[in-house]
């Protein structure tokens, strides 16, 4: 059996025959949208909905509760200026130190203009990531909206949700959660802990594309949240041309402003369908076992793991730390050129093996990381 060592699906997720699949669907989207006719729409709308409708089984929501988004940070933008001023203004918006750092670029932006304060939970002196208590503790009443990243992107670190959820109802705050590390990996449900809010993308285990981002917005919160980008999507009837009686959709609809891009939503349709064809326990569970030899190999090298070791405590990745001495751009052009392809952030190897790496691949990569270090 060929090694397959691609560790990236922290990054960009694969499957076997992705190339195949999403060349097949553009090239029906471009017979499609390429035919001089009216078939276009009638086409290319139910499609975003099937999309739209699979990533709803991952999340078990509701129907109206799910629309498509270009990114995490677009959703969630989305999101922010949708809500009740009361909801933000003069309150406190909570993150981590460890969310990805797109999100926290936006918060830093919108926070003077919107009226609330800005709080970072910081991590601790040497650690990896932000703990679990830190984040409770800086948690008070005081907080109005808080932002939960379920797996960090440079430790594979995964917060107990539940507790977190239970904490943020004691103190009347929002609650929304970024799932990107984990969504189609770790089982997630937007009911148990119930959020008002998730965000994801479908890059990374789902391997879907680019730009194939999702919102949720619990049904208790849409009827409250009025989006500032609205347009004709925006309504229950999109056909309405009469601009003296717009009203904005009763559902997640709301959220879809002008005319909706599809194609990043069309191209991720056949992963998310191969995603939905499988079995989940066994993905899970493959790579469990992979990534229980990485661990092995991490000790035998005597490399610092940044990962908790704890599989209730981490999404499905391994993150090492580098000695400061090896630069890890070396490093990662050494292992790709023997095979092995992984990414650095700073000193930080990361390691996610997914459906195509194999048991061989980890052999591969425990092969090549000695001489990669030795740079």
């Known amino acids: 059996m060929t090694a397959q060592a691609y560790f990236l699906y922290h990054s960009i997720g694969m499957y076997p025959g992705k190339a195949r ?3 097949a669907r553009m090239a029906d989207f471009a017979m499609v949208w390429g035919t001089p006719d009216d078939a276009q729409w009638a086409d290319i709308l139910p499609a975003r909905a099937h999309f739209i409708d699979l990533w ?5 929501a509701a129907p109206g509760s799910v629309t498509t988004c270009e990114s995490v940070t677009q959703g969630f933008h989305m999101l922010l200026q949708a809500l009740p001023s009361a909801h933000l203004a003069g309150k406190t918006v909570l993150v981590g130190a460890d969310c990805f750092p797109s999100n926290h670029f936006l918060l830093q932006s919108m926070a003077a203009r919107h009226g609330f304060a800005l709080k970072t939970v910081p991590l601790r002196q040497g650690a990896a990531h932000v ?4 984040f409770l503790d800086a948690w008070t009443p005081d907080v109005g909206l808080a932002l939960l990243t379920w797996v960090s992107s440079t430790t594979s ?12 109802r004691r103190m009347g ?16 449900d937007v009911h148990a802990p119930e959020v008002d809010f998730t965000l994801s993308t479908s890059l990374k285990w789902m391997c879907g594309t680019p730009g194939a981002g999702i919102l949720y917005v619990s049904p208790r919160l849409i009827p409250h949240c009025h989006p500032e980008c609205a347009g004709w999507f925006s309504q229950d009837n999109p056909f309405n041309w009469d ?14 402003s002008g005319t909706p891009g599809v194609v990043a939503a069309l191209a991720s349709v056949p992963a998310l369908e191969w995603h939905a064809a499988q079995n989940h326990a066994a993905l899970l569970a493959q790579n469990r076992h992979l990534t229980a030899q990485i661990l092995d190999l991490a000790d035998s090298l005597a490399l610092p793991v940044l990962t908790p070791r704890a599989e209730d405590q981490r999404g499905g990745s391994v993150m090492l730390r580098l ?3 090896t630069p890890a751009p070396q490093v990662v052009a050494n292992l790709r050129a023997g095979g092995v392809i992984t990414d650095a952030r700073g000193q930080t190897l990361r390691l996610s093996p ?13 092969q090549k990381l000695p001489s990669a270090l030795r740079v």
């Open 131 to 134: 703990e679990d208590e830190d």
């Open 354 to 366: 997914g459906i195509l790496t194999t048991a061989e691949g980890v052999q591969l990569l425990g």
């Open 243 to 256: 601009i003296t009686r717009f009203a904005f959709a009763p559902d997640i609809r709301r959220f879809d």
């Open 21 to 23: 699949d999403i060349a």
């Open 157 to 168: 670190h995964r917060i107990n949700l539940r507790a977190m959820v239970a904490h943020g």
């Open 56 to 60: 709803r089984c991952i999340l078990n």
């Open 323 to 325: 000695p400061d001495v």
């Open 173 to 188: 705050s929002l609650i929304g959660v970024d799932i990107t590390q984990a969504a189609g990996l770790i089982p997630f």
